[in-house]
């Protein structure tokens, strides 16, 4: 038989308690017509009534005082319906924690083995919760630090800064753990919530380790490559094949092969030096002259089959490495100029813009499909194999860029257009920008 719905006991348990009201009102109008006193005996009636409502009630109220996790009393007629109404929601809500408990747990308990740290931050930046990593690499106690600011325990005025930037799409790369300074840490924050921060802490160092054994492999390598790749060109350069065509054009694919092979070497050498390089050695730089070289050398390149020209509209000048930037401008150009038919434009500008100033050049080429662009600066990534191979490029020239670009605190955008042209422009920061060299007159 199917347990009756609660609407259902509510009906029953209404008419159970309209039924003994009814039967107490009748057997009250009896008792009163026989003894001749009916208003008091109505009266007396519905003050028993009233009374064994209030017990009722007291009961219920009892029940529910007392917690107890037994059924509630069955003979009240319609309070034990609206007590059993309670009870239900009770458990119900009982188990819904109890569900909710458990998952929380769960999630603790993953939580508590990840292999990264992670910080539950308030609003305010309190510490809400961490896991073991966390207090391993942070130097963290649950006791002692549980509540307080997360600021007030970083000794680190890198982290400091990083914290009070608060940005997410900003990590912390590479920087000692205030537990034990030979641990290298990244961090980053994810927000969560209203205003919540999660902190997670990851323990980088066998990957920078990893790192460094690729960059001093590259660099050996590179380098070990040089001396024979050199004596190999030499050679080629002392065989005379001229009157042998058939020998004469395997001679001059070896010799251009070779060269192209020293290129590779000269720019994995330079990406070794510029991944070991922490900062920039600063001096002055003089736009004007670096320009007027950099139009020169394009024009060698271009063999004088492209429009070159300058549009400097910025009288400042840069504050870094001149060579570095040179290299990285060159690169640039020199880009410009193999992938732009002959007979197109290539432009050098230099101007000024908000917080900075900006190198651009700007090109009439092929231009680059849109689905190549974010991974245009890595290294020996192609547009096209075949088409980099006939332009002599080694793959390396943009990393090259990106490099020196991120030494000097500046950022490299890259605007393309398939059959329009293209355009690679230098942000810097205003930092790095100087007023005009004046110039030397001794």
């Known amino acids: 038989m199917p347990k009756p ?3 259902v006991l509510q009906s029953r348990a209404w008419q159970v308690s309209l039924g003994r009201l009814l039967l107490l009102f009748a057997i009250a109008l009896v008792v009163g017509f026989a003894s001749g006193y009916v208003l008091p005996a109505l009266v007396l009636m519905f003050a028993g009534y009233s009374l064994w409502s209030l017990y009722s009630l007291l009961r219920v109220q009892r029940w529910l005082l007392s917690r107890t996790r037994l059924p509630p009393p069955s003979d009240m007629g319609v309070w034990s319906d609206v007590a059993e109404f309670i009870y239900r929601r009770h458990l119900g809500s009982r188990n819904r924690q109890r569900r909710l408990v458990r998952l929380l747990r769960a999630y603790r308990e993953a939580a508590a083995v990840l292999p990264d740290g992670v910080v539950v931050l308030s609003a ?3 510490i809400v919760w961490f896991n073991e990593s966390a207090a391993r690499l942070l130097g963290l106690d649950g ?23 608060a940005r997410a799409n900003d990590p912390l790369i590479d920087v000692p753990a205030p537990a034990d300074p030979d641990i290298r840490m990244s961090m980053r924050l994810i927000p969560y919530a209203q205003g919540q921060w999660l902190l997670v802490v990851r323990d980088v160092s066998m990957l920078l380790k990893l790192e460094q054994v690729r960059r001093d492999f590259v660099a050996n390598v590179s380098h070990e490559l040089r001396t024979p790749l050199t004596v190999l060109h030499g050679y080629l350069d002392l065989i005379d094949a001229e009157h042998d065509p058939e020998l004469d054009g395997m001679v001059r694919e070896m010799r251009k092969q070779s060269a192209r092979m020293a290129q590779i070497v000269e720019d994995l050498l330079t990406l070794s030096r510029l991944d070991a390089q922490a900062d920039t050695h600063d001096e002055p730089i ?19 089959q492209h429009e070159i020209r300058i549009e400097a509209t910025s009288t400042r ?30 432009v050098l500008r230099w101007f000024d813009e908000t917080g900075g100033a900006c190198f651009a050049v700007q090109d009439s080429g092929c231009g680059i499909p849109a689905e190549h662009l974010p991974r245009i600066t890595e290294r020996f990534y192609r547009v096209s194999t075949s088409r980099s191979r006939d332009k002599g490029g080694t793959g390396l020239g943009l990393s090259i860029v990106k490099h020196v670009l991120g030494l000097h605190q ?23 920008v100087i007023d005009a060299i004046a110039p030397d007159l001794n």
């Open 317 to 346: 000048d840069l504050r870094g490495s001149a060579k570095d930037l040179h290299s990285a401008f060159a690169n640039l150009v020199a880009n410009a100029v193999r992938y732009t038919p002959p007979g197109g434009r290539i």
């Open 5 to 7: 719905t609660l609407n």
């Open 124 to 126: 305010m930046r309190q």
């Open 410 to 432: 500046a950022r490299l955008d890259i605007q393309s257009e398939v059959g329009v042209g293209s355009t690679f422009s230098a942000h810097f920061p205003g930092e790095r």
């Open 143 to 165: 006791q002692r630090h549980r509540g307080m600011i997360i600021d007030r325990l970083m000794r680190n005025a890198q982290i400091l800064a990083w914290l009070a930037q």
């Open 286 to 304: 003089a736009m004007t002259a670096l320009l007027a070289g950099l139009r020169r050398d394009a024009e060698a390149l271009s063999q004088h």
